[in-house]
Nanobody, 117 residues
């Protein structure tokens, strides 16, 4: 079991920026996709962005042009750079690790992002 450690959430004003980090407890050798999901109060969890082992990126339409997902050179830690934040981006953000072979999911504990003036 891989543990996912998230950090970087907080309170920011509209138009501001935050960077979230997700560090796996060990190197992941199997084929996988890592992603960021978010869940706002009273809403379902939704995909924000994902990155495959080969570097293919995917974004929700609502964040395209504002958020960027990336990973470090070692291919371990995944980042979500969030710019031009809006109040509707307020949610708990979760890091996700999905095995391509089995479809099994592992989740981080979540980090709160609040966009408010």
């Amino acid at each position: 079991q891989v543990q996912l450690a998230e950090s970087g959430g907080g309170l920011v004003q509209p138009g501001g920026s935050l960077r979230l980090s997700c560090a796996p407890s060990r190197t992941i050798f199997y084929n996988h996709v890592m992603g960021w999901y978010r869940q706002a109060a009273g809403k379902q969890r939704e995909l924000v962005a994902s990155i495959t082992r080969g570097g293919i990126l995917d974004y929700a339409d609502s964040v395209k042009g504002r958020f960027t997902i990336s990973r470090d050179n070692a291919g371990n830690t995944v980042y979500l750079q969030m710019n031009s934040l809006k109040p509707e981006d307020t949610a708990v953000y979760y890091c996700n690790l999905r095995s391509v072979a089995t479809g099994s999911d592992q989740w981080g504990q979540g980090t709160q992002v609040t966009v408010s003036s």
